[in-house]
């Protein structure tokens, strides 16, 4: 009955079996979709189809012809120059994290803008340099390039030989790795598996960027004391790095640390007040920029270099440089990794650019993004810049200073090539230090998600283990190496959220068509000698053991075992007939004996595996009453259980050694004549353990009920619960709050009879 | 009504909303255990505890007293002595697996028995060498100790200075990482990690098994062959070594090929015959040991090594060799490896006892079992033997001739030292590919699982996968390694699994309280304006944007995007109204204009995120129908869902990153006025949410139904499907099957007052 009465909940209509059910609604045939079909339509060609894979090549295609120049390009331009200043600025200091000299990173922040504007299909992100990869570049180029360790402070000053040299070779490590970085993220577009970035969960990202920004900070420290520090391979190597550091503290520069210090505080403060006064400010003062023409105005009005020995930017080439085909050795010590690299490039641009595609409401395609990332590494490496993805503080500035399309992120290119070609030496009087600072500004956000551990833990503790330990590894075992196992890790947590299910035992409550975990409610009724049980995971290899343990301390006994103790009592029993000693009458035994010892106790194998059989009593001329006492102290464990229900309407699935253990246990279920229902899966299910080969003579497949209503219904129909059973059932219960309505039952029935007839 | 009427399924009660339930049926304080409370019983401290403890250290305590010397002890004999001779053959034949002289299989085949007379908790299973780990030791045996390729068939013979160093240089690896294995094996049991083998899927071990027996079978070809094969290192070793041998099958040593094909013919045709006449014979034919005798007497007759220059077995040198301490760096170079043999190790050994445990009925204990392995592997390493389990053919032996307890096992351990001490130079004149063929005659049950593929594609295409993976995983990049990649590829199914989950909208069957499926039934009846969609497995980072995407399809609209749209559109209105253009009249939007030109299309930021708050139409003189037509052709999505029910009974859990994009969800459902109802749940799921802050203003905690109809029900009554309206419906579909039975309904709650008031 559909239709609603009050506020009443009424159902009347048959017990339906699955099988039942089945009968009266005919199911309809549906061909499902093989994998064959997927693929054709997949590798299917059409005229249309290829245009649309070709325009999704070139997302300029479709977006600069539909360019509303009149309304969007002052935006564009506006947007475009602030960008672009802070691009030359992140540059130059994210080219510290890669341990290579700063001119290199306005290499990084030009190239990948120009392949992206005409590949790329975010209109908002700024790609370049990003501390967190550059940082795994920098762990690269430390671990291929030995810096000797006899680099003193002067070294810069001198610009020695071998400092050229070795600041080559770092170079073109970075530049190798970002074009293998790239091949990577290209193949992996092509090949459509721009979907691996759902493997990282919120958890894992967040903690993962505080073990980058905790990488970040320390690898800063050399630079804002101006310490020689030589490089650490991973593992461990932040530990390794903070004991060079710290053991020669009192080497610091004066100098460099207090206008680090300096720089820090200002940035900080301002950037504080950028956040409060949000609203009220037209755009956000754009402290960094102001820092940089102080602090290069200051250090070269009082030439600190010479005067307080400070490390500068030093030359900056003007121009570009040839480019360069990479090392395909380099290429064999880091391609690890370079997987690394690729994908955590690829996810932070991703993620960014998801964030504004639903902001503003367009499309974004990673695999896309894959290629266009990957072709714009490949290029920035062969140019001599490092690996770039995307800044969330740059993709900020342009967004927010009123940035609608990549036009901007051309016009940010075209600053940062004026720089490069023109106006780079302004910058030559720069302290590192100030660089470093002004990198480590940014950090604050990332740092402060050390917050997040408490919110998770209270929130889900599987999630707060993921961050610690997704943390750990990245600290521990370096970026790449740590993602791969932070991920790994993740994945685990999976099974374990499943491993270990709250199994329950069931209950109707208050003697309604409800079920649900007898321990929690008191106006429970469990109808007598059924048991209803309830798993709340997929079952699977790992965890079968555990559902067999806890449904068999549910039901309080082990089939198999009372099966054997009563195939032994009746061996026993039959040698007792044959022997005569035992007697047959209608009201049970009757024994001729006191006692009776066993002659062999000891059973051989096949008389073991007989005790393994159903129990067979065909042969005797009675019931055995197995729940009785039995003659001569013949000990049978009591099963006061003549019916089990398995809820399983949250198992998702089954695997196949789960469906042997689960057989297993159905069988000794039924051979000690406990029935056993299966209720609440889907159709599927069924279907999927028929094709197994699941049932046979003793599980059959008439054990699925749609609901737990239905197979208790269905038990006490079977068991014939009369109405004058329950009367008397109900006089012990006087004292509860139930009392049954027997009368309302039978008048339900008048009501009906006529209902049914009409379906 | 729990009382069942004839096969009738009848039930009235209220309609329940999870709220409205736990006032009714208020739930018991029930104080759950924290991991502290596990904690603290499982560290307290009894004089009892410390005894079971100490008891289950030392399991013969328990069971030797229990001994029944009279009924069990000529069994035992029986059984040892027959076990012995097996262990005998076996112990020379493994060990050319591990590339070690002959005799020191004996030592394995004796050390280990002792250990686990005193230790081990399985009375059946027979302790010793087992051919995969003597494989897997073997593994690392060649690529420790790099054979000189020069060596060639006559080094044996000639028994140079060189092949003695050599051969005891493989045996000092052999010992230390048999003493590594062990030590991991002993510290895995005290910490209690005996659980880790509920990871090693039915499907990965057989895969893992049939990948171990090629292992076997090409390693075992240089020795029928009499090749020199130099030893290879994983991964692809199985190629390499194939290679090698083909590459020289022209100086094949044809008596060594001919004695070992007819020694494997023999061997299986009587192994066939064994199976066959399992029930007729008394004992199984003891064939392994007969080929054995007549193989040495006429190698020793005929003087095979002078005469066809064979390999033979050699001197046996009598007694044993004095203990040696492993060496530290060979640890560090195969810890790997130890790793595998450990966790292999055990899993054979704990398996195969698992079987006579549950067949004889005892406990077995998995930790005291890697206690008990680990302290024989470390006793057996330190006297050169090498890595030990248990062989399920040996142990069968042990089983099927009548042993009862280890004292069958002891008795077999006397006989291996019977022949290490005296009887060990008989064997001297056996061929070493007569070893060789004994143990590929073990390998038919092993290869015969490759059939397991095509029963497992049918039964579930995972499990077929986990196979075929572990299968080519263990074959290419070895064992060990192997083992650790397949783990891990199988703990990945258990995520693919649940990654795509199969999403249905579901609708009513039959107008009774069933939903299932629309698309698989014809008579369905879905209440207008409501959506049921049931997504069948847990929702995680993995599949929020699958589950999202599949939800979105089901609904036929984003709700975002509506939002938006609505947003827009009453923006719009507003500046129509303002300027006059617009005006109300009950009957609608009368618009004084035809045609009007939005001024600036375009919005900043703050516009944008004012799109995404919920539709606030306070302001306005009247509601807007956003389904009916606007003016000016403003064009809004058409939403016909005005109630979502999404079934979660088989959303086993949430995580973080899940629950906020299904909050985000939900929230974006409201903001359109669609009503979202959870169904399905149990408690400690809401439970759950509520403590994640899941639940605000818009997203309300009396979401949750118990089921799909409660929450269908619920929806009928707030959106007054009168009766009337209903007829109305009901009209329409006279041609169909149903017909609403009104009246009946009427005298259902007739027949219901009395029920409720009684309860």
Same mark, same amino acid.
């Given at each position: 009955m559909i239709e609603p009465i009050g506020n009443q909940y009424i159902e009347s209509r048959p017990v339906y079996s699955a099988n039942s059910f089945g009968e009266e609604y005919k199911k309809k045939q549906r061909r499902h979709k093989t994998i064959l079909d997927h693929l054709r339509v997949y590798c299917s060609c059409s005229t249309q189809k290829a245009k649309r894979i070709a325009l999704s090549l070139f997302p300029i295609a479709s977006w600069l012809p539909a360019y509303r120049l009149k309304e969007w390009l002052l935006s564009d331009i506006v947007s475009g120059i602030s960008t672009g200043l802070v691009a030359v600025l992140q540059g130059l200091a994210f080219a510290l994290l890669v341990n290579v000299? /700063?001119?290199y990173g306005l290499y990084a922040a030009f190239f990948p803008v120009i392949v992206y504007f005409f #590949?790329?299909?975010?209109?908002h992100i700024s790609v370049g340099p990003f501390p967190v990869l550059s940082m795994m570049v920098g762990a690269v180029v430390s671990r291929l390039v030995p810096e000797e360790?006899?680099?003193? @402070?002067n070294a810069n000053s001198s610009m020695g030989n071998s400092t050229l040299l070795l600041d080559e070779q770092k170079v073109l490590v970075a530049a190798a790795v970002t074009v293998l970085s790239g091949i990577i993220q290209l193949i992996m577009g092509a090949l459509q598996f721009?979907?691996?970035?759902?493997? #990282?969960?919120d958890s894992l990202i967040s903690g993962f960027t505080t073990a980058a920004a905790v990488h970040v900070l320390v690898s800063q420290l050399k630079f804002m004391l101006q310490l020689p520090v030589p490089p650490h391979s991973d593992p461990f190597s932040l530990f390794k790095v903070l004991i060079s550091v710290f053991s020669q503290?009192?080497?610091?520069n004066i100098a460099d640390l207090v206008t680090s210090l300096i720089i820090l505080l200002v940035v900080f403060v301002v950037k504080e007040i950028n956040q409060r006064y949000k609203a009220k400010l $037209?755009? $956000?003062? $754009?402290i960094e920029l102001i820092m940089t023409v102080i602090a290069t105005g200051v250090s070269y009005g009082f030439n600190f270099k010479e005067r307080f020995n400070v490390t500068v930017v030093?030359?900056? $080439?003007?121009g570009f440089q040839l480019p360069i085909t990479p090392d395909v050795q380099t290429f064999q010590d880091t391609i690890g990794d370079c997987f690394g690299i690729a994908i955590v490039g690829f996810a932070v641009a991703y993620s960014v650019a998801s964030v504004y595609s639903l902001k503003y409401d367009y499309p974004i395609d990673g695999n896309q993004e894959l290629i266009a990332l990957g072709l714009a590494n490949i290029l920035t490496g062969s140019f001599k810049g490092f690996a770039g993805s995307t800044a969330l503080s740059r993709s900020g500035v342009q967004e927010s200073t009123?940035? !609608?399309?990549?036009i901007a992120g051309l016009l940010s290119a075209i600053i940062v090539l004026i720089a490069i070609l023109a106006?780079?030496? @302004?910058?030559? /009087?720069?302290? !590192?230090s100030v660089l470093a600072a002004l990198a480590l500004g940014n950090l604050k956000g990332m740092l402060m998600q050390f917050t997040e551990i408490g919110r998770l833990w209270r929130k889900d503790k599987y999630d707060c283990l993921i961050w610690i330990m997704t943390f750990i590894f990245a600290v521990v075992l370096g970026l790449g190496l740590g993602l791969a196992a932070s991920v790994a890790f993740q994945l685990l947590t999976i099974v374990f959220r499943t491993q270990f299910p709250k199994c329950s035992s069931l209950a109707m409550i208050g003697r309604r068509n409800i079920y649900k975990n007898? !321990?929690?409610?008191?106006e429970i009724y469990e109808p007598e000698g059924v048991k209803i049980f309830r798993c709340p995971s997929p079952i699977y290899f790992a965890n079968i053991n555990f559902f067999k343990q806890k449904l068999i301390d549910a039901v309080g006994f082990s089939p198999l075992r009372v099966l054997r103790k009563r195939n032994k009592a009746l061996k026993k029993i039959r040698k007792l007939l044959k022997k005569g000693l035992l007697q047959v009458t209608p009201k049970g035994f009757i024994c001729t004996v006191d006692s009776f010892q066993d002659s062999d106790d000891e059973l051989d194998n096949n008389q073991i595996e007989e005790l393994?059989?159903?129990?067979?009593?065909?042969? #005797?001329p009675f019931q055995i009453d197995w729940n009785a006492e039995l003659p001569l102290n013949i000990e049978v464990p009591k099963v006061n259980v003549h019916s089990l229900i398995l809820d399983?309407? &949250?198992? &998702?699935f089954l695997d196949v050694s789960s469906m042997r253990g689960l057989k297993t246990m159905l069988q000794e279920f039924v051979r000690i004549k406990v029935d056993v229902y299966i209720v609440g899966t889907d159709d599927d299910f069924i279907e999927k353990l028929k094709r197994c080969e699941f049932f046979d003579e003793e599980v059959?497949?008439?054990?699925?009920? #749609?609901t737990i209503h239905d197979a208790v219904l269905h038990i006490l129909i079977k068991k014939d619960y009369s109405t004058s059973k329950f009367n008397s059932s109900q006089e012990k219960e006087k004292n509860t709050d139930f009392t049954i309505n027997t009368n309302g039952g039978l008048r339900n029935r008048e009501c009906q009879v006529p209902v049914e007839t009409q379906f």
């Open positions: 000299p /700063p001119s #590949l790329g299909t975010s209109r360790s006899t680099t003193t @402070l721009g979907f691996v970035v759902i493997y #990282l969960s503290i009192q080497d610091t $037209p755009v $956000p003062i $754009p030093g030359e900056m $080439p003007s009123g940035g !609608k399309s990549q106006i780079g030496f @302004l910058l030559e /009087p720069l302290q !590192k007898k !321990k929690d409610y008191s393994d059989q159903p129990v067979n009593t065909t042969d #005797l399983f309407s &949250a198992v &998702a059959k497949d008439s054990i699925f009920f #749609l």
